[in-house]
């Protein structure tokens, strides 16, 4: 295994229990041309979707990145893009966020190779389930991967940075849909609004210590995620943004790097919602009534009402000059 200064970039893959790993392909070292990494980062779900999007961009800005995921193949094609686009130094670290041991010892073994200067929590499952339908296996696998990993991520985290007098940030891929619930996604709003919560306790817990913990909050990316797929018709009702356009996992992910860097030196414990205005409200509705009645006009002689009839005209508002 080869350490962040020898002259290739090889990855490492440690084994939770039911997966097995391997070392991606070394690939070239240095950032071409560029100065050596910016930082080290650990990035959950760096397989597909938005967490490959932001280990792409910190890996192009100098971050040298381990990623992980439980899918091997598709973690391994992610961190060969990566390194094929960067020459930035990736790592693999295989094995499922939802075993209790798996996320402290992701970190660990990242730790190891190199002290953690951001962990970004991007790893996330959303299984659509009728609320009625939902078992407690389900439930639990949610929260989870959502909601317990972070929280188990982070501890290890903190107690290795503080130990070592550190400050790493941490970054939360959080969801819309911790403000507001949709058909089938009663235990991924639940896990996404706790995990919001988690991000302002943790703050709070790791700030004193220098740690920033912040969280962003995508609106829909639609991303063709084989791990959490949608359907036309879904993507087409919930990507009506106040903002015309389409979202990019790009978007989130300069979110993130912001929220990672200097320029957020003092942001800590907020959750910065990149969801195109749809935080802010819905074009989507129609006005919903064309005119005002009678009862909503102002009295007739209330405040912009015409004057009745026989009753002095009010006084012209006019501007004058207050001597020196």
């Known amino acids: 295994m080869s350490t962040p200064e020898s002259n290739q970039t090889a990855t490492t893959s440690i084994v939770a229990p039911g997966h097995a790993g391997h070392a991606v392909q070394a690939g070239h070292a240095g950032y071409k041309g560029r100065p050596g990494p910016a930082g080290h980062a650990l990035v959950t779900g760096a397989g597909s979707g938005i967490g490959a999007a932001i280990a792409r961009d910190l890996a192009a800005h100098g971050w040298e990145v381990t990623g992980v995921d439980v899918r091997q193949d598709a973690l391994d094609a992610a961190l060969a893009d990566v390194r094929e686009r960067t020459g930035a130094p990736v790592h693999a670290l295989v094995g499922d966020l939802g075993d209790e041991t798996f996320a402290r010892d992701a970190v660990a073994a990242a730790w190891e190779r190199r002290p953690l200067d951001a962990l970004v929590n991007a790893a996330g499952v959303y299984p659509a389930i009728p609320f009625l339908e939902i078992t407690p296996a389900q439930w639990d696998r949610v929260q989870h991967v959502n909601v317990r990993a972070v929280l188990l991520a982070t ?95 790009g978007d989130i992910a300069s979110a993130v790097r912001f929220l990672l860097g200097p320029d957020a030196r003092w942001v800590s414990g907020t959750t910065l919602s990149v969801d195109g205005g749809a935080s802010g409200g819905t074009t989507a509705l129609p006005q919903h009534w064309p005119t005002t009645t009678s009862t909503q006009q102002p009295a007739a002689d209330g405040p912009g009402a015409a004057p009745t009839t026989g009753a002095p005209a009010a006084p012209s508002p006019h501007l004058s000059e207050v001597p020196a």
């Open 155 to 249: 501890q290890e985290l903190g107690r290795r940075a503080i130990a070592a007098g550190r400050t790493p940030a941490v970054v939360n891929i959080t969801s819309g849909a911790a403000r507001a619930a949709r058909p089938g996604t009663a235990h991924y709003s639940t896990s996404k609004a706790a995990l919001t919560l988690l991000t302002q306790a943790s703050a709070v817990e790791l700030g004193p210590s220098g740690i920033r913990v912040n969280a962003v909050a995508p609106g829909f990316v639609d991303v063709d995620s084989p791990v959490n797929p949608v359907t036309p018709e879904y993507a087409d009702a919930v990507r009506r943004n106040v903002l015309p356009g389409r979202a990019e996992p």
